[in-house]
T-cell receptor
């Protein structure tokens, strides 16, 4: 059974804090993705990675960075959290074919 | 024109009825199409891929119209458990190489009423 896990389901951070969101997949997938989902805006791609140490910007990379040191792990970093980064963050992975598997999401609140 | 566009709904449908909704896409070079389902406060999950010839999976039928650039989802004999948000998903090659990216519509909210 495919599995994508995220380090936290709920997270509350203060403005200016550095935030790490971790994602792990056990399917040996090459591609991993970070999205945020907001009401009325849908899913928006922040960053993706198609191989270890490789990364590409998605549609809204500003204020975020990522790290992929191992194939199974893809981390999203908020260098200095701001209130407009309060959102649901979803990690996903997929192999070369297109079925994309999502993690359960992290609901981040920045106060 | 937005890349992937869906009617947000909500569609309120009585149990047992048939419901259909469409999704339009702007990139004529798109090759792959999907419907995902997302339950409230849960992650999206693949419902079905959409093939050129159309495809059926139980009560669900998906169709692709390349000429008009839309895909559709038909649900027959709707159940209460079909209540969810249905996301239309289209592939879109991104600049800079690497993986193709999937573009998600904002979703159509479906409510099946008893």
């Amino acid at each position: 059974d495919v599995k994508v896990t995220q380090s936290s389901r709920y997270l509350v951070k203060r403005t200016g804090e550095k935030v790490f969101l971790e994602c792990v997949q056990d399917m040996d997938h090459e591609n991993m993705f970070w999205y945020r989902q907001d009401p009325g805006l849908g899913l928006r791609l922040i960053y993706f990675s198609y191989d270890v140490k490789m990364k590409e910007k998605g549609d809204i990379p500003e204020g975020y960075s990522v790290s992929r040191e191992k194939k199974e792990r893809f981390s999203l970093i908020l260098e200095s959290a701001s209130t407009n980064q309060t959102s649901m963050y979803l990690c996903a992975s997929r192999a070369l074919v297109y079925e994309q598997y999502f993690g359960p999401g992290t609901r981040l609140t920045v106060t | 024109r937005k890349e992937v566009e869906q009617d947000p709904g909500p569609f309120n449908v009585p149990e047992g009825a048939t419901v259909a909704f469409n999704c339009t896409y702007s990139n004529s070079a798109s090759q792959s199409f999907f419907w995902y389902r997302q339950d409230c406060r849960k992650e999206p999950k693949l419902l079905m891929s959409v093939y050129s010839s159309g495809n059926e999976d139980g009560r669900f039928t998906a169709q692709l119209n390349r000429a008009s650039q839309y895909i559709s989802l038909l649900i027959r004999d709707s159940k209460l458990s079909d209540s969810a948000t249905y996301l239309c998903v289209v592939n879109a090659r991104r600049t800079g190489g690497g993986a193709d990216g999937l573009t998600f519509g904002k979703g159509t909210h479906l409510i099946i009423q008893p």
